[in-house]
């Protein structure tokens, strides 16, 4: 079955970085877009970015220019690079197959003022 494991979340200081990493089996890597999302306390789930097949990527307004997503298709890997981190982007984040309901089960990313 699809199974994703998220990895690389914790404890970090408003404007430090961190890297998420999300680790991918069961399905066919190559074929498939990905996606991050993340859930703060309290909020519903929302978007944060999204890679296609093709490595074209979308971002929320929120983390443009912050965050960077990318995948590795050997490693059937994506990843999320976390730069300038706010407290407003402590939260949950999930891997998600994208417009597909597999997710992860997240990795907490906490971000101190």
């Known amino acids: 079955q699809v199974q994703l494991v998220e990895s690389g979340g914790g404890l970090v200081q408003a404007g430090e970085s961190l890297r998420l990493s999300c680790a991918a089996s069961?399905?066919?890597?190559?074929?498939?877009?990905f996606a991050w999302y993340r859930q703060a306390p309290g909020k519903q789930r929302e978007f944060v970015a999204s890679?296609?097949?093709?490595?074209?990527?979308d971002y929320a307004n929120s983390v443009k220019g912050r965050f960077t997503i990318s995948r590795d298709n050997d490693k059937n890997s994506v990843y999320l690079q976390m730069n300038n981190l706010k407290p407003e982007d402590t939260g949950v984040y999930y891997c998600n197959v994208y417009r597909n309901n597999y997710w992860g089960t997240g990795t907490l990313v906490t971000v101190s003022s």
């Open positions: 890679i296609r097949v093709n490595r074209d990527t």
């Open positions: 069961g399905l066919l890597f190559n074929i498939n877009a």
